[in-house]
């Protein structure tokens, strides 16, 4: 099975700031990756994906970019409302799988 | 489109329960017997864990291989309903487990979830 690794597994950051998430995957998965935001208690929301595509409605201060292994999240200056855990996922195979997660907090 | 899960609770390892997701609402001119759905799992504290996919018409199903053989999906498309009977189950499958709308080709990501719904197997 293919691994998901994020690093760093906890963030701590400012409002305004500029912040970087990474996702490594085991084998190369080309585009095929998906970036979550889960709030405690909530469903994850779909932010991006296919590595770079931004979901309906996700504000553009989020972005993804990377292909084959490795992958970022970024979020250009951060907002109240970021402070939360973000997931990368792969796809394209059997089985689906995540990262451990990255928690943004203050 | 909106999806509701149900079906929740506690239960003893070795046993049974059977969990299910109402769905309501046309995505892109589809409603749900037209896609693929999903079910996604999250241990309490932990992190989210891709558990099972089914197509339209229940010819294709695919299971994480830490459930083959214990949990099969199924759906019910007069009823617009997705169920996910767990058999067998472990301390380790305790979770919120989630609903999840795919698309018409496939279920690789998921833009619609439901709230979820607790499953508590003790030991």
């Known amino acids: 099975d293919i691994q998901m690794t994020q690093s760093p597994s906890t963030l701590s950051a400012s409002v305004g700031d500029r912040v970087t998430i990474t996702c490594r995957a085991s084998?190369?998965?080309?585009?095929?990756l998906a970036w979550y935001q889960q709030k405690p208690g909530k469903a994850p929301k779909l932010l991006i994906h296919?590595?770079?595509n931004l979901g309906s409605g996700v504000p553009s201060r989020f972005s993804g970019s990377g292909s084959g292994t490795e992958f970022t999240l970024t979020i250009s200056s951060l907002q109240p409302d970021d402070f939360a855990t973000y997931y990368c996922?792969?796809?394209?195979?059997?089985?689906?799988?995540f990262g451990g997660g990255t928690k943004v907090d203050i | 489109m909106q999806l509701v899960e149900s079906g929740g609770g506690l239960v003893q390892a070795g046993g049974s329960l059977r969990v299910s997701c109402a769905a309501s609402?046309?995505?892109?001119?589809?409603?749900?017997?037209?896609?693929?759905m999903s079910w996604v799992r999250q241990a309490p504290g932990r992190g989210l864990e891709w558990v099972a996919n089914?197509?339209?018409?229940?010819?294709?199903?695919y299971y994480v291989d830490s459930v083959k053989g214990r949990f099969t999906i199924s759906r019910d498309n007069a009823k617009n309903s997705l169920f996910l009977q767990m058999d067998s189950l472990r301390g380790e499958d305790t979770a919120l487990y989630f609903c999840?709308?795919?698309?018409?080709?496939?279920?690789?990501?998921?833009?619609?979830w439901g709230q979820g719904t607790l499953v508590t197997v003790s030991s």
């Open positions: 996922q792969r796809y394209i195979s059997y089985p689906i799988t």
């Open positions: 999840a709308r795919g698309g018409t080709d496939s279920s690789w990501y998921w833009v619609d």
């Open positions: 609402g046309v995505v892109s001119g589809f409603t749900f017997s037209g896609l693929w």
């Open positions: 084998q190369t998965i080309s585009s095929w």
């Open positions: 296919d590595a770079y």
């Open positions: 089914i197509n339209q018409d229940g010819t294709k199903r």
